[in-house]
């Protein structure tokens, strides 16, 4: 006798709460939730945010207005660093929008928005954007933080032992990229600037 029901997908969850299954899954699904507390959670979340996608008319900030509101509300003391010594530093992922993409779908014949990454770094951040277009994946961005408007970025196949960038673009006066497209695969990023190197590693591109 089975004395645990296994849970529903969170997936499987996320196309119940956007009404894609057929009437009889979604009677199977829905005799579960009401003697599945867990899943009964994760439904209702799920169907929450799904409302809030669909009603909200919101638009993105100006990155120079997002630039000077971090600058104003994350400001961090200076670090003091040793004439001409260099830091290398690893980034740490603090946001994907991809996680969000279960929760509303994109639609048949829609474009897929691009994915939004927020990266962390000593004492500034990395906003990426990667869109997949006709000549490839683009990656965008901006450094939010102590940026002087100088800087290079440039990225390297993951494998690649030779460390020769495939695509590198210079920092503008807000600090933002945009780099050539590149085929798919899994690169690592270098942000380089006067004191300090950052990499960001294992950014999957796929189809």
């Known amino acids: 006798?089975?004395?645990?029901?296994?849970?529903?997908?969170?997936?499987?969850?996320?196309?119940?709460?956007?009404?894609?299954l057929t009437p009889e899954e979604s009677a199977r699904d829905e005799e579960h939730l009401a003697a599945c507390a867990r899943c009964s959670r994760q439904a209702a979340e799920l169907r929450h945010v799904t409302t809030l996608m669909r009603t909200d008319d919101s638009v993105d900030a100006p990155r120079d207005l997002v630039a000077d509101a971090v600058r104003i509300f994350r400001s961090r003391p200076a670090v003091e660093r040793a004439p001409g010594l260099l830091r290398r530093v690893l980034a740490t992922l603090s946001f994907d929008s991809s996680a969000l993409t279960p929760a509303f779908g994109v639609r048949s014949g829609q474009t897929a928005p691009a994915r939004q990454m927020l990266f962390s770094a000593g004492g500034f951040d990395?906003?990426?954007?990667?869109?997949?277009?006709?000549?490839?994946?683009?990656?965008?961005?901006?450094?939010?933080?102590?940026?002087?408007?100088?800087?290079?970025?440039?990225?390297?196949?993951?494998?690649?032992?030779?460390?020769?960038?495939?695509?590198?673009?210079?920092?503008?006066?807000?600090?933002?990229?945009?780099?050539?497209?590149?085929t798919a695969g899994s690169y690592t990023l270098r942000l380089l600037m006067s004191a300090v190197e950052v990499d960001v590693p294992s950014l999957d591109l796929n189809a």
């Open 126 to 182: 990395i906003d990426l954007r990667l869109a997949e277009g006709g000549d490839g994946w683009t990656i965008s961005g901006q450094v939010l933080g102590p940026c002087d408007g100088g800087g290079r970025v440039e990225v390297f196949d993951e494998g690649d032992v030779d460390r020769k960038p495939v695509a590198a673009a210079d920092l503008n006066d807000l600090c933002e990229f945009t780099l050539p497209p590149v």
């Open 1 to 20: 006798m089975k004395l645990t029901t296994p849970h529903i997908a969170f997936a499987r969850l996320a196309d119940l709460a956007e009404g894609r």
